[in-house]
């Protein structure tokens, strides 16, 4: 009696195990590719040294030499990376920010006159975000913005050595978030202290944020109770985004410039970083679930929704971080989980083959490769790697961290006793050495527990001989090896036992 077992791509992690019957319940770096499960691909050290303090937010791009650069924001500290060595291009008056998400206690937290003056709070219901960076290009410039700072900042290439300076002396100050058009202009999130004002500079003039009959500058109320989060260019239009909504910003010409209209309600985004776009379209994470935008605003199902947000440390969500890594058709979140104050987990969305996967691995920035050749991330102690490099951890064996667990898999309609026998593999890529098996068979949904391996391939002929008995079982596998390999459908063989 051969009992294929053939589960379809992705992770689900909602709801009872038993509700995984038939699918893979749990990852860790792991991906499926063209249907095949295989492994994540490893990483290797970008540079020697480590940056100060955490990357909240990186962004490659070339300068018109053709340089490849890399922008760095971390609390404190604004860089520009070569590949081989990280120059310090912090303002010499820039505002230092928070390092993690704290809740707003002290002297001056709180609402006006919510309690006596000069009497520190206890307790608030204020949350004091962890500092992200915004940083575009103008051209060939950087241009950036901590939100602890406010100021809109350019830096120009090739000299290194110079710092970044404040973009003009009347641009907006005590702004939220920045971002450049396709259009050509520097628009200002949440501009001079008003979480709601949007203000752009006038088309191609950076010098210019006084409206007047000669120019485009101008600016615009968000019809919203939300406050205004960050921004995302798509084609055509510029997405807003807010703790609440999400806007559409779209060019129209003179005498108005731009339009704003709201686009979807209730799909706030949790982290000003929590978004990534692909193609024409853009997903983002909100408070409970995950959205969708390409038009229209819907929520995007997924497999791992609760598994996320049910261990998400909600006080650290500014943290959240969202990167595309094109060459899987991927959309990689990096959040932090209940015990930890960093971003310790993440979670992969497939957008061609719509699947979900979920594991662990401490990431707090990320660029996909659009100027080197692997997507560059970071850590939170400043060291940055190259993704899909190798199929190590920077040199460091991932032997027992690599591994895909199933949900429960029924032998007939579950009234069956199978004793195995004997395994057929399907590993056409890395070989049968490449993985370990191992067995958790029950003979009913809630009852005790058997382990049964792990079964190593060793037989020349194909077969490995396992000896387990169930009704129902979970299938394990695990990386013998850091190398590649790809698993397909497995048989297994035994004499059935009696019924119910």
């Not at 205004?228 to 609440?244: H, W």
Request: hydrophobic share 35%; glycine share 10%; with cysteine.
């Amino acid at each position: 009696m051969l009992v294929p077992i053939d589960l379809p791509p992705g992770v689900y992690k909602n709801g009872t195990e038993y509700e995984a019957k038939g699918r893979w319940r749990d990852a860790n770096l792991i991906r499926w590719y063209n249907g095949r499960l295989r492994p994540v691909g490893g990483w290797q050290r970008f540079s020697a040294q480590p940056v100060s303090g955490a990357p909240r937010a990186m962004m490659t791009w070339r300068s018109n030499d053709a340089t490849p650069r890399l922008a760095i924001g971390t609390p404190s500290h604004l860089y520009i990376h070569d590949g081989s060595l990280a120059y310090d291009i912090s303002p010499t008056d820039l505002v230092p920010g928070r390092e993690t998400g704290n809740i707003g206690l002290g002297y001056g937290a709180d609402v006006y006159s919510k309690s006596t003056y000069g009497t520190p709070r206890t307790i608030s219901g204020i949350v004091l975000d962890a500092t992200v960076w915004d940083l575009d290009t103008y051209g060939q410039n950087l241009i950036a913005l901590s939100p602890a700072d406010g100021r809109i900042f350019m830096w120009a290439p090739p000299n290194t050595g110079a710092r970044a300076a404040v973009i003009d002396p009347t641009a907006p100050t005590r702004n939220r978030g920045v971002i450049v058009t396709d259009e050509r202009f520097v628009v200002a999130l949440g501009a001079n202290g008003d979480p709601r004002n949007i203000t752009w500079c006038s088309q191609e003039d950076y010098t210019q944020w006084t409206a007047t009959a000669t120019n485009t500058a101008g600016s615009l109320q968000l019809n919203t109770n939300g406050v205004v989060m960050n921004a995302r260019r798509m084609p055509g239009e510029t997405l807003i985004f807010t703790d609440l909504d999400v806007h559409s910003m779209r060019f129209e010409g003179s005498p108005f410039v731009y339009g704003i209209q709201r686009v979807g309600s209730n799909c706030g985004l949790i982290g000003r970083k929590a978004h990534a776009a692909a193609q024409n379209f853009c997903v983002w994470m909100g408070p409970r679930g995950f959205f969708l935008y390409d038009g229209v605003v819907r929520p995007l199902a997924c497999d791992v929704q609760e598994y996320v947000f049910d261990g998400l440390n909600t006080l650290q969500a500014s943290k959240i971080i969202a990167g595309v890594n094109a060459q899987f058709n991927e959309i990689w979140w990096f959040y932090p989980s209940l015990n930890s104050n960093e971003n310790d987990r993440y979670v992969i969305w497939n957008y061609i083959e719509n699947w979900w996967s979920v594991g662990q691995i401490q990431r707090t920035a990320w660029s996909d490769r659009d100027v080197w050749p692997y997507p560059i991330a970071a850590d939170a102690s400043g060291v940055l790697y190259q993704h899909e490099q190798g199929w190590t951890a920077s040199g460091a064996t991932r032997v027992g961290q690599v591994y895909a667990e199933s949900g429960p898999f029924d032998l007939g309609n579950g009234d069956v006793l199978l004793c195995a026998k004997q395994l057929i593999p399907d590993t056409n890529v890395g070989g049968d050495a490449s993985l370990a098996f191992t067995f958790k068979t029950r003979f009913t949904p809630t009852g005790v527990e058997t382990t049964a391996g792990p079964y190593l391939f060793t037989r020349a002929d194909g077969y490995v001989d396992v000896r387990f008995t169930g009704r129902q079982a979970k299938l394990r596998i695990e990386a013998r090896t850091d190398a590649l390999f790809q698993f397909g459908t497995l048989r297994v063989d035994g004499d059935p036992g009696g019924r119910r």
